[in-house]
């Protein structure tokens, strides 16, 4: 099936910034998210990425979103962790805004849903975190009822007797 110069058919929307397509863009498959299922305050829940790049991230954790019914309309990110991007982004057929800022937990993105406007905080696991300490740190963020901060589920997660052995690069605010 080929593709007509300039054509991208809206299911293949999410792989394209303008004209270039991205490389390496893996459609969605296993991104590596988690939500809490309760309104409480706190992380709404966590996100380990694959990079810092957030052109090919963006559009997968929200392709992956929006399949668990969750309509990202706005993106921030803080700016001392990731590679900067276009303030829009097209994934699949709707336009994400994308804005970053330079104070705040830079282990946290915050994401605008719905008609609703709902903000919802997400912990980023860092992409070369430890796969144990990633999963732990996913399933955490993600336990209903609690309002625990970026940090103090980074931490937690740590506390695993298999990973005292080495050191883990966690970004703090500071």
């Known amino acids: 099936m080929g593709i007509e110069r300039g054509v991208v058919p809206v299911a293949d929307r999410a792989a394209w910034v303008g004209e270039q397509e991205l490389p390496g863009f893996r459609g969605g498959i296993d991104v590596r998210v988690s939500l809490r299922t309760d309104a ?31 309509l990202v309309t706005r993106f921030t990110y803080p700016f001392s962790t990731w590679h900067a991007v276009p303030r829009k982004l097209a994934v699949g057929d709707r336009i994400v805004r994308v804005g970053g800022f330079g104070t705040g937990d830079p282990q946290v993105v915050s994401l605008t849903c719905g008609p609703d406007q709902l903000h919802l905080e997400l912990l980023v696991v860092p992409p070369a975190t430890e796969a144990l300490f990633s999963a732990r740190a996913l ?16 931490t937690a997660a740590g506390r695993h007797p298999a990973l005292r052995t080495g050191e883990i690069p966690v970004q703090t605010a500071g």
């Open 139 to 154: 399933r955490m963020a993600a336990v209903p009822g609690t309002a625990l901060t970026a940090r103090a589920v980074l």
């Open 40 to 70: 409480g305050p706190g992380l709404r829940g966590a996100w380990w990425p694959r990079s810092t790049d957030l052109a090919l991230e963006l559009p997968e954790l929200v392709a992956a979103l929006a399949r668990r019914g969750v």
